[in-house]
Protein backbone atom coordinates (compact mmCIF):
# COMPACT_ATOMS: atom_id res chain seq x y z
CA UNK A 1 0.00 0.00 0.00
CA UNK A 2 1.23 3.61 -0.62
CA UNK A 3 0.71 6.54 1.95
CA UNK A 4 1.05 10.31 0.61
CA UNK A 5 2.36 12.57 3.08
CA UNK A 6 -1.43 14.34 3.32
CA UNK A 7 -3.19 10.82 4.21
CA UNK A 8 -0.31 9.81 7.00
CA UNK A 9 -0.47 13.63 8.00
CA UNK A 10 -4.31 13.21 8.18
CA UNK A 11 -4.48 9.52 10.04
CA UNK A 12 -1.17 11.36 12.46
CA UNK A 13 -3.72 14.06 13.62
CA UNK A 14 -6.87 11.23 13.89
CA UNK A 15 -4.84 9.91 16.68
CA UNK A 16 -3.99 12.94 18.35
CA UNK A 17 -7.31 13.75 18.54
CA UNK A 18 -7.93 11.23 20.70
CA UNK A 19 -5.36 12.35 23.54
CA UNK A 20 -6.90 15.16 24.98
CA UNK A 21 -5.14 16.73 28.02
CA UNK A 22 -5.16 20.01 30.37
CA UNK A 23 -3.52 22.50 32.81
CA UNK A 24 -2.91 25.59 34.62
CA UNK A 25 -0.05 27.79 36.11
CA UNK A 26 -0.08 28.89 39.02
CA UNK A 27 2.55 28.80 41.52
CA UNK A 28 0.94 28.56 44.99
CA UNK A 29 -1.32 25.70 44.08
CA UNK A 30 -1.01 21.73 43.81
CA UNK A 31 0.12 20.78 40.36
CA UNK A 32 -1.25 17.72 38.86
CA UNK A 33 0.85 16.21 36.14
CA UNK A 34 -0.15 12.74 34.13
CA UNK A 35 2.15 10.61 31.43
CA UNK A 36 1.14 8.81 28.75
CA UNK A 37 2.84 7.04 26.55
CA UNK A 38 1.00 6.18 22.83
CA UNK A 39 1.72 2.42 21.70
CA UNK A 40 0.99 1.00 18.24
CA UNK A 41 1.69 -2.46 17.76
CA UNK A 42 3.29 -2.54 21.02
CA UNK A 43 5.83 0.17 20.13
CA UNK A 44 6.03 3.38 21.86
CA UNK A 45 5.43 6.09 18.54
CA UNK A 46 4.64 8.93 20.85
CA UNK A 47 3.95 10.62 24.34
CA UNK A 48 1.48 12.83 26.36
CA UNK A 49 2.24 15.09 28.93
CA UNK A 50 -1.30 16.28 30.75
CA UNK A 51 -1.05 18.97 33.44
CA UNK A 52 -3.70 20.49 35.94
CA UNK A 53 -3.85 23.30 38.13
CA UNK A 54 -6.11 25.72 40.09
CA UNK A 55 -6.07 29.35 41.00
CA UNK A 56 -8.80 31.10 42.56
CA UNK A 57 -12.38 30.16 41.01
CA UNK A 58 -10.82 28.86 38.05
CA UNK A 59 -9.17 25.50 36.41
CA UNK A 60 -7.02 25.78 33.67
CA UNK A 61 -6.23 22.61 31.77
CA UNK A 62 -2.99 22.10 28.97
CA UNK A 63 -1.63 18.60 27.29
CA UNK A 64 0.97 18.45 24.86
CA UNK A 65 1.42 15.54 22.70
CA UNK A 66 4.07 14.48 20.99
CA UNK A 67 3.91 11.97 17.64
CA UNK A 68 6.92 11.09 15.42
CA UNK A 69 6.60 7.81 13.02
CA UNK A 70 7.91 7.12 9.57
CA UNK A 71 6.30 5.55 6.66
CA UNK A 72 7.69 6.83 3.51
CA UNK A 73 9.24 10.30 5.18
CA UNK A 74 9.26 11.06 8.86
CA UNK A 75 6.38 12.89 10.15
CA UNK A 76 6.23 14.94 13.26
CA UNK A 77 2.44 15.71 15.02
CA UNK A 78 2.63 18.33 18.12
CA UNK A 79 -0.81 18.37 19.76
CA UNK A 80 -1.55 21.46 22.26
CA UNK A 81 -4.49 22.28 24.59
CA UNK A 82 -5.39 25.39 26.31
CA UNK A 83 -8.86 25.17 28.50
CA UNK A 84 -10.15 27.14 31.26
CA UNK A 85 -13.02 25.97 33.41
CA UNK A 86 -14.81 28.48 35.81
CA UNK A 87 -17.20 27.63 38.43
CA UNK A 88 -17.65 24.44 37.17
CA UNK A 89 -18.46 25.74 33.25
CA UNK A 90 -15.74 25.75 30.50
CA UNK A 91 -14.76 29.54 29.53
CA UNK A 92 -12.60 28.82 26.96
CA UNK A 93 -10.64 26.47 24.74
CA UNK A 94 -7.64 25.98 22.46
CA UNK A 95 -6.59 23.85 20.36
CA UNK A 96 -3.25 23.95 17.97
CA UNK A 97 -1.91 21.51 15.85
CA UNK A 98 1.42 21.42 14.24
CA UNK A 99 2.60 18.84 11.84
CA UNK A 100 6.86 19.32 10.91
CA UNK A 101 6.57 22.38 12.95
CA UNK A 102 4.24 24.54 10.84
CA UNK A 103 0.67 25.34 12.21
CA UNK A 104 -2.19 22.65 10.18
CA UNK A 105 -5.08 24.24 12.40
CA UNK A 106 -6.30 26.29 15.31
CA UNK A 107 -9.40 25.85 17.03
CA UNK A 108 -11.05 28.37 19.60
CA UNK A 109 -13.95 28.09 21.60
CA UNK A 110 -14.95 30.88 23.96
CA UNK A 111 -18.44 31.50 26.07
CA UNK A 112 -19.40 34.75 24.52
CA UNK A 113 -22.75 36.60 25.46
CA UNK A 114 -24.41 33.55 26.84
CA UNK A 115 -23.08 31.25 24.23
CA UNK A 116 -20.45 29.83 23.04
CA UNK A 117 -18.31 30.68 19.06
CA UNK A 118 -16.67 28.34 17.42
CA UNK A 119 -13.73 29.36 15.55
CA UNK A 120 -11.61 27.36 13.11
CA UNK A 121 -8.45 28.59 11.25
CA UNK A 122 -9.97 32.21 12.39
CA UNK A 123 -13.25 31.53 10.74
CA UNK A 124 -16.56 31.24 12.63
CA UNK A 125 -17.92 27.52 12.52
CA UNK A 126 -20.91 27.47 15.14
CA UNK A 127 -22.15 28.55 17.98
CA UNK A 128 -23.49 26.51 20.91
CA UNK A 129 -25.84 27.95 23.46
CA UNK A 130 -25.75 24.56 25.91
CA UNK A 131 -22.98 25.35 28.97
CA UNK A 132 -20.26 22.71 28.85
CA UNK A 133 -19.80 21.17 32.05
CA UNK A 134 -17.50 17.95 30.75
CA UNK A 135 -15.38 18.41 27.66
CA UNK A 136 -12.55 15.52 26.28
CA UNK A 137 -9.51 16.91 28.43
CA UNK A 138 -11.73 16.17 31.55
CA UNK A 139 -11.29 12.28 30.75
CA UNK A 140 -7.55 11.91 31.58
CA UNK A 141 -8.33 13.30 35.32
CA UNK A 142 -11.70 12.62 36.17
CA UNK A 143 -13.82 9.58 35.77
CA UNK A 144 -16.98 10.48 34.21
CA UNK A 145 -19.34 8.86 36.38
CA UNK A 146 -23.00 9.56 35.84
CA UNK A 147 -21.77 11.75 32.42
CA UNK A 148 -23.46 10.72 29.10
CA UNK A 149 -21.80 13.16 26.38
CA UNK A 150 -18.56 15.27 26.44
CA UNK A 151 -17.25 18.15 24.22
CA UNK A 152 -15.11 18.22 22.11
CA UNK A 153 -12.72 20.93 21.79
CA UNK A 154 -10.97 20.12 18.52
CA UNK A 155 -14.23 19.30 16.99
CA UNK A 156 -16.47 21.65 18.71
CA UNK A 157 -19.21 18.60 19.16
CA UNK A 158 -20.59 16.75 21.31
CA UNK A 159 -19.35 13.11 21.55
CA UNK A 160 -21.72 10.00 23.52
CA UNK A 161 -20.11 8.64 26.54
CA UNK A 162 -21.25 4.65 27.45
CA UNK A 163 -20.91 2.83 30.97
CA UNK A 164 -19.60 -0.05 30.48
CA UNK A 165 -18.91 -1.64 33.81
CA UNK A 166 -15.47 -1.89 36.06
CA UNK A 167 -14.69 1.18 35.55
CA UNK A 168 -15.32 1.07 32.31
CA UNK A 169 -16.60 3.72 29.41
CA UNK A 170 -16.92 3.75 25.93
CA UNK A 171 -16.58 7.47 23.92
CA UNK A 172 -18.66 7.50 20.33
CA UNK A 173 -17.53 10.70 18.51
CA UNK A 174 -19.59 12.38 15.94
CA UNK A 175 -17.72 10.19 13.06
CA UNK A 176 -19.18 6.79 15.12
CA UNK A 177 -16.11 5.93 15.97
CA UNK A 178 -15.49 4.18 19.42
CA UNK A 179 -12.69 4.35 21.98
CA UNK A 180 -12.80 2.40 25.26
CA UNK A 181 -11.52 4.15 28.23
CA UNK A 182 -10.40 2.25 31.66
CA UNK A 183 -10.11 4.35 34.88
CA UNK A 184 -8.51 3.13 38.20
CA UNK A 185 -8.96 5.33 41.45
CA UNK A 186 -10.63 7.94 38.56
CA UNK A 187 -7.27 8.43 36.89
CA UNK A 188 -7.56 7.01 33.28
CA UNK A 189 -4.82 4.08 33.46
CA UNK A 190 -5.42 3.09 29.98
CA UNK A 191 -7.53 3.70 26.55
CA UNK A 192 -7.72 1.51 23.27
CA UNK A 193 -8.40 3.72 20.27
CA UNK A 194 -10.16 3.16 16.90
CA UNK A 195 -7.81 5.36 14.68
CA UNK A 196 -9.20 4.18 11.68
CA UNK A 197 -6.26 3.18 9.97
CA UNK A 198 -4.32 1.71 12.46
CA UNK A 199 -5.88 0.68 16.26
CA UNK A 200 -3.57 1.74 19.15
CA UNK A 201 -3.55 2.08 23.03
CA UNK A 202 -2.61 5.01 25.38
CA UNK A 203 -0.89 3.60 28.74
CA UNK A 204 -0.58 5.77 31.92
CA UNK A 205 2.84 5.58 33.36
CA UNK A 206 4.61 6.98 36.69
Known amino acids: MIFTNQFLITWLITIANFLVSSTENSSNSTKT ?28 YQSTTTIKTRFITEIAVNY ?16 VIEVNNKTHANTQTKWTNNNYEITKNDKL ?65 RASIDGGLVDFEIVYRD
Open 33 to 60: VLNYDIIIKEKIVGTLKATKYSKDDKVI
Open 80 to 95: NYDVIFEKNIMKKSQV
Open 125 to 189: ENVIQDEITYSTILLYFNEPLEIDQCFSEQDGSFNKLLPLGNHSYKKINSKRKENIYNYNNGRLE
